[in-house]
């Protein structure tokens, strides 16, 4: 067994590490759903303008 | 191949992976987590800065196996016509593009208390640099072109040529100037890492993956709702 | 065989003309070469070491933004005129006509370049040993620069303003060379064997002379379209 020669503090590094991960993955994950949504619900209504449309017709 | 061509059952067959995508990302995340900080030794070189290489490797990994999807579904999206492929490599890339940039920030945060600075030039952390330059090229070309066909077949020459620069880029960087270590997971002569680091390492690796899977389908609905309302809009247009 | 023989020596002839006549790229790139050499002893200061020093990698790199910025009109004119669609439709096919026209590019831009380098070194102190392998391995290298960025040139043909855009898609493949351009002259210098560099340097070469036409006649057929 190794005897360990580096018991630093490293808590800040570690923090700051995982917190960028989490932000950065989190604004991805949070932008691309918001877009999906956004999209999902233009192309309803699209088509349900297309649609009211044609039933006018 | 073409079983895939149509976006309908792409949606169907993504909403019935993904609740199980989700249940793996947070299992595997939870448990990762757990391991990483409460029930992991502390290296004896490395000291307790060891837990970043736990969202560093991991990210590390998804920023080239990001760059491998991209590859592949541009290959068969110039080879195959096929419109998913384009879309997918168009959905990957910003993802692959953050993990790159998190590789790159986390080895940073863990190259200041090892080597002493945050940035070093050195062979492996050069070449993810040129890894996420490529990123940027990729997704400024699909940005550059009004036309969303057209951008995509473009994209993929790019991605294609890329691909087969990558290795080359690799290895000329490693020539010029190396200080980080070798790889020590995947060796041919088996892992060099204990098993205890080992666990939450492939613990969070899975939950990277899983995120991925995740993102990325949802950013293909997305694109896939995209072209729908381009199609709406133009028949719209023209009174059809 | 012939056909497309005398169809690229006729485009070749064309494009080395149209680079050298008045206002051409072929003039141009010489002389920013040139300048922005001279721009880095008022950078780093005149001391002759400093100079030595920076002098491979200081003369490879403005040589290959030399040839960065006379890419993104090596399709675009005839883009824009229709010649490149009559090109296309020639029974020999697109790509001997993009060899050709590659070619041109480093005939009319880069090998001036190369021939002047050893003057450059001179006002850059290099050192003695150093300049057949400056010469070599400009003129090896620049090869190579000009195939690759021709994939660029031709991805970003049909754009107004393609220039940044081709900068950032053509620059991170052209760190191989630059590498191997620059350790070779450096291995020159210190007396090492400088034949490793050159043979790697050369294969980059070879890999991009082979790719860079395919590449390139697909993303020009795909702005034809």
Redesign the interface.
């Known amino acids: 067994m190794n005897e360990i020669v580096n018991t630093g503090d490293y808590s800040g590094y570690i923090a700051l590490s995982y917190g960028i991960v989490t932000v950065v993955l989190l604004a991805v994950a949070v932008f691309s759903k918001l877009g999906q949504q956004k999209a999902r619900k233009e192309a309803e209504a699209l088509k349900a303008l297309r649609k009211s449309r044609v039933e006018d017709f | 191949m073409h079983i895939f061509a149509n976006p309908a059952r792409f949606v169907r067959l993504a909403d019935k992976i993904m609740p199980w995508a989700v249940v793996v990302f947070i299992g595997t995340l939870g448990y990762g987590l757990y391991l990483a900080f409460f029930d992991s030794p ?8 060891v ?2 290489m736990y ?2 490797v991991p ?1 590390a990994w998804m920023s080239m196996f990001t760059y491998m999807v991209i590859a592949v579904s541009s290959f068969v999206a ?1 080879v195959w016509r096929h419109p998913l492929a384009q879309i997918a490599g168009k959905a990957a890339a ?2 692959g593009a ?1 993990f790159t ?2 590789a790159l ?2 080895g940073a ?2 190259g ?2 090892m080597w002493g600075t945050y940035w070093v030039w050195d062979g492996r952390l050069t070449s993810v640099l ?1 890894l996420f ?2 990123y ?2 990729y997704m ?2 699909w940005q ?2 009004d036309d969303e066909e ?1 951008a995509g ?2 994209a993929a ?2 991605a ?3 691909s ?2 990558i290795p ?2 690799k290895f ?2 490693d ?2 100037n190396t200080l980080h270590q070798p790889a020590s997971v995947m060796r041919l002569d088996g892992s060099t890492i204990d098993g205890s680091m080992l666990w939450p390492l492939f613990m969070m690796a899975i939950a990277f993956q899983a ?1 991925f899977v ?2 990325f389908f ?2 293909m ?2 694109e896939i ?2 072209r ?2 381009a199609v ?2 133009l ?2 247009v023209s009174g059809s | 065989m012939n056909a497309s023989f005398a169809i690229m020596i006729s485009v070749i002839m064309r494009d080395v003309r149209l680079g050298w006549s008045q206002g051409g790229t072929g003039t141009m790139s010489l002389s920013f070469f040139f300048i922005a050499v001279t721009l880095f002893p008022f950078g780093v200061g005149p001391e002759p070491q400093v100079l030595t020093r920076i002098a491979p990698g200081v003369i490879w790199v403005v040589a290959l933004l030399a040839c960065l910025l006379s890419l993104d009109r090596l399709y675009q004119a005839d883009y824009e005129d229709g010649s490149l669609d009559d090109l296309a439709l020639s029974p020999a096919g697109l790509l001997p006509v993009v060899i050709a026209k590659i070619l041109a590019h480093w005939i009319s831009t880069s090998l001036p370049l190369v021939l002047l380098s050893p003057l450059l070194g001179l006002l850059m102190n290099l050192p003695a040993e150093g300049y057949v392998q400056l010469v070599l391995s400009l003129a090896i290298g620049t090869l190579a620069l000009s195939f690759i960025g021709s994939i660029g040139a031709a991805l970003t043909v049909a754009m107004r303003r393609g220039g940044v855009l081709l900068s950032l898609l053509v620059l991170p493949l052209y760190i191989p060379s630059l590498i191997f351009g620059v350790t070779g002259i450096d291995a020159a210098i210190m007396g090492l064997d400088v034949l490793p560099h050159t043979a790697l340097l050369s294969a980059i070469t070879l890999v991009a002379v082979v790719l860079g036409p395919i590449a390139s006649a697909s993303a020009i057929r795909l702005a034809l379209e």
């Open positions: 502390i290296d004896y070189q490395q000291g307790e800065s837990r970043i969202v560093h990210a110039l910003p993802i953050a940039a998190l920030v986390t945060l863990w200041k208390p040129i330059f490529l940027l090229g400024a070309i550059a072109m057209k077949r473009a020459i790019l294609l040529v890329g087969v620069n080359i880029i000329s960087v020539w010029w995120y995740i993102v949802w950013r609905k997305l709702d995209r729908k309302i709406l809009r028949q719209e």
